[in-house]
């Protein structure tokens, strides 16, 4: 997701030997069927989370927000040089800041559309410690 290609393959097998894992236990006595039951529970809810954010990764901005967005990019920059300031600096001071306002929302719509991507972004390290490395390869 990290670089934009969101994939159910990336931990399909980790989920696999997980599920694998949690299917070869045999609880015994009540603790360990609370056990089995609370463990079931909350990997399903990992996978559902899972398919939760590819899907949230592979939606997009709607077309038509990318259009206003751009569109109006175009449509308000040179619109700001018809203001007839009389002072070239107030001007220029006006243009800068409009143009750095729409760089800045082209920034934003350009961020929203791949949530995962970029630098502040889950790392799967903390997942490949503790109890779950055992489902990892060795790196």
């Given at each position: ?67 206003l967005v751009y ?69």
């Amino acid at each position: 997701m990290r670089q934009g290609e969101p994939s159910y393959e990336a931990t399909a097998r980790q989920t696999h030997a997980m599920y694998t894992a949690l299917q070869a236990y045999e609880p015994v006595g009540a603790r360990s069927e609370t056990f089995y039951q609370e463990a079931a529970t909350h990997l399903n809810d990992v996978a559902a989370q899972r398919r939760a954010r590819i899907t949230m990764a592979e939606t997009s901005l709607p077309v038509l927000l990318q259009v206003l967005v751009y569109g109006g990019a175009l449509v308000i920059l040179p619109l700001t040089f018809l203001f007839g300031l009389r002072s070239l600096r107030m001007q220029l001071l006006f243009v800068s800041a409009v143009a750095g306002l729409i760089g800045f929302s082209l920034l934003l719509v350009m961020v929203l559309d791949r949530p995962f991507a970029g630098e502040l972004s889950v790392t799967p390290a903390p997942y490949k410690e503790a109890a779950l490395a055992q489902f990892w390869p060795a790196s």
